[in-house]
């Protein structure tokens, strides 16, 4: 051909031609760089503080027991991001922190335990992403659960307060509309009568409401995704470790045969 045949074509060929007569005659270095290398990235790699990560989801309703008796909506229920944020507060607050250490009877700290979980927030659903990274697979698992129920817990026993508030002030209502009906009544007392009767009605109807939601209160969260022990660590697999001390040696002993 007239690449071949011209003298720049036969100078790169040449050239091609060298440099394969290089490789070849320097393959024991080649092959030695590249093996040394995958060596010490498989060293490097099984030496290497291994840490496990496992995830549980709870999903989360901004409304409260109470809320949902007196038919009110709560303060936050206008800003979901606000609402949100503050759950994600509530699940790794010191309190649920030191429920959980007392539920897998750990003596790690409340600091400690926090810092070996992080919580997030989903962007598009009010889910709650609990998330645990410890040397061990299943402690890392265990710690995920655990957080994800004792953050319910603290739910429900926050809902169930307020029920016990809200219930309280009811009943405080339902006593102060008692009126004396004098035997021979005006139209006037006739029809205040009525009117706290109606009332008194309302009000016990928004009791057995709230005796209702109790019997049933599991603080508005649900666990959608309970953890599972993860069955290999953070950091890539031994295969990902192998293909880059393959790419990384070739490229070293390239350079060295060339140089």
Same mark, same amino acid.
């Given at each position: 051909?007239?690449?071949?045949? &011209?003298? %720049?074509? =036969?100078?790169?060929?040449?050239?091609?031609?060298?440099? #394969?007569?290089?490789?070849?005659?320097?393959?024991?270095?080649?092959?030695?760089?590249?093996?040394?290398?995958?060596?010490?990235?498989?060293?490097?790699?099984?030496?290497?503080?291994?840490?496990?990560?496992?995830?549980?989801?709870?999903?989360?309703?901004?409304?409260?027991?109470?809320?949902?008796?007196?038919?009110?909506?709560?303060?936050?229920? &206008?800003?979901?991001?606000?609402?949100?944020?503050?759950?994600?507060?509530?699940?790794?607050?010191? %309190?649920?922190?030191?429920?959980? =250490?007392?539920q897998?009877?750990?003596?790690?700290?409340?600091?400690? #335990?926090?810092?070996?979980?992080?919580? %997030?927030?989903?962007?598009?659903?009010?889910?709650?992403?609990?998330?645990a990274?410890?040397?061990?697979?299943?402690?890392?698992?265990?710690?995920?659960?655990?957080?994800?129920t004792?953050?319910?817990?603290?739910?429900?026993?926050?809902?169930?307060?307020?029920?016990?508030?809200?219930?309280?002030?009811?009943? =405080?209502?339902?006593? @102060?509309?008692?009126?004396?009906?004098?035997?021979?009544?005006?139209?006037?007392?006739?029809?205040?009568?009525?009117?706290?009767?109606? %009332?008194?009605?309302?009000?016990?109807?928004?009791?057995?409401?709230?005796?209702?939601?109790?019997?049933?209160?599991?603080?508005?969260?649900?666990?959608?995704? &309970?953890?599972?022990?993860?069955t &290999?660590p953070?950091?890539? @697999?031994?295969?990902?470790?192998?293909?880059i001390?393959?790419?990384?040696?070739?490229?070293?002993?390239?350079?060295?045969?060339?140089?």
């Amino acid at each position: 051909s007239k690449l071949v045949s &011209s003298p %720049e074509g =036969r100078g790169r060929g040449q050239g091609l031609a060298d440099d #394969l007569a290089i490789l070849r005659s320097r393959w024991r270095l080649i092959a030695g760089v590249v093996l040394a290398t995958m060596l010490v990235f498989v060293i490097a790699h099984e030496h290497k503080a291994k840490s496990y990560t496992a995830t549980a989801s709870v999903a989360f309703q901004n409304n409260t027991l109470s809320g949902a008796a007196l038919n009110i909506a709560t303060a936050g229920s &206008s800003e979901p991001q606000r609402e949100a944020d503050t759950e994600v507060l509530i699940a790794h607050s010191a %309190e649920v922190a030191q429920a959980v =250490r007392s539920q897998l009877k750990l003596r790690s700290t409340t600091n400690e #335990l926090l810092g070996e979980v992080k919580v %997030e927030a989903a962007p598009t659903a009010d889910v709650l992403n609990v998330i645990a990274t410890t040397p061990n697979p299943q402690a890392s698992a265990l710690l995920a659960n655990a957080f994800a129920t004792q953050y319910i817990a603290f739910r429900t026993n926050a809902q169930l307060a307020g029920v016990a508030a809200a219930t309280t002030k009811i009943q =405080r209502q339902i006593a @102060s509309l008692h009126v004396a009906t004098p035997e021979h009544p005006t139209p006037a007392q006739t029809e205040r009568a009525a009117l706290a009767q109606t %009332e008194r009605a309302t009000l016990e109807q928004t009791l057995e409401r709230l005796g209702s939601l109790q019997a049933v209160a599991s603080g508005g969260a649900n666990i959608i995704g &309970s953890a599972t022990a993860p069955t &290999s660590p953070n950091g890539g @697999s031994l295969s990902a470790t192998l293909a880059i001390g393959l790419l990384v040696g070739l490229a070293i002993a390239f350079s060295l045969v060339f140089l």
